[in-house]
């Protein structure tokens, strides 16, 4: 009975000793680990505008007018809020490589930008548009092909019955 007891405590001893040893470890990383990129919300660089702080801190893929000025890179809602300098229809974009890599495909052009949408703490900038924020930490920036007289966008064919 004595010899039963003591063998008990014995196995109970090294469960007890094996689990605080295994919780004392401390997980072993995985040698390639995957950085996993977040995917960009689609959003619309009105709803940027009107509701900022609905964006705030996300990654967001928008489309816009992009300017590139000495130190003011900002992306518009159209041609015409750039050339008429309608900064409140625009947001800064804390331009990077990704932004200046083939600037003269970009500059003056529209483009898809995705990027963390900031609220506030951006670099200072010129001052309008929406206010403090913008888009930074740009992981894309890519040219939007732009239909013309040589090229331009095909309209779907209307079917017999179709209402608009």
């Not at 009107?50 to 705030?56: F, I, K, N, S, V």
């Not at 506030?120 to 206010?131: E, I, N, S, V």
Request: some cysteine; overall charge neutral; glycine content about 8%.
């Amino acid at each position: 009975m004595r010899r039963a007891l003591s063998l008990s405590f014995l196995l109970l001893t090294l469960c007890v000793s094996f689990s605080i040893i295994l919780t004392a470890q401390k997980p072993t990383e995985p040698r390639n680990p995957k950085v996993i990129q977040p995917q960009p919300i689609g959003a619309s660089l009105i709803n940027l505008i009107a509701t900022p702080e609905r964006y705030d801190g996300k990654m967001v893929s928008v489309v816009g007018f992009l300017s590139v000025e000495s130190e003011d890179v900002r992306l518009y809602l159209s041609r015409d809020d750039y050339r008429y300098n309608i900064a409140g229809n625009g947001i800064y974009i804390d331009a990077n490589k990704e932004v200046t890599r083939d600037i003269e495909s970009k500059d003056g052009h529209y483009v898809q930008i995705a990027g963390i949408f900031k609220l506030r703490g951006l670099p200072a900038h010129y001052p309008g548009g929406a206010g403090e924020a913008g888009i930074s930490d740009i992981r894309q920036c890519w040219p939007v092909p732009e239909f013309t007289d040589t090229h331009p966008r095909q309209l779907k064919k209307e079917t017999p019955g179709s209402q608009h």
